[in-house]
């Protein structure tokens, strides 16, 4: 029995085209599930910020209303659900980290912990960052912080 080198070279092309549109497909697929779930993080981030600020410059709310520990609670116990659904485990694990900070300066308030708690918020809004494709590669300790706390320079 002889082999029809046409024959196994139609078969190896078609085989080889098969292969690469479904792997294109998988790709394009995947990469459109990542577009949409970057899309749906994006907005989640955006309120953080929003959120982080309001705190940080002690703004007043709709009602010409300071935030409460109460607005505080509820923005927490909502924004959590959305960080497990949502967050990547580098910055969940960087929220998590940046929160049990958080919790551990609001106990002991010294100028030591402070800077910690500053560098664990830096690492997440890098984080937040990287993920909508930012690369960070020039950002140093203090700079993001720099832009809303003054002195901060100096201080690193």
Sequence with gaps: MELNINLVIAVIGASVTLIGYYVTRYLERKKEI??????????????FFQFYFKVVFNTKNKNDEKLSDDDMVLFFQQ???????????????????????????????????LKNLILKQEDLM????????HKNSKISKGDISSLYINGLDNYF
């Design 34 to 47: 990542e577009f949409q779930i970057r899309n749906k993080k994006i907005p989640i981030y955006e309120e």
């Design 79 to 113: 924004f959590n659900q959305k960080a497990i659904i949502w967050f990547p485990d580098n910055i969940l694990l960087s929220y998590i980290n940046w929160k049990r900070e958080l919790s551990y300066f609001s106990g002991n308030n010294t100028p030591e912990n």
């Design 126 to 133: 890098k984080e937040f960052r990287k993920d909508i494709g």
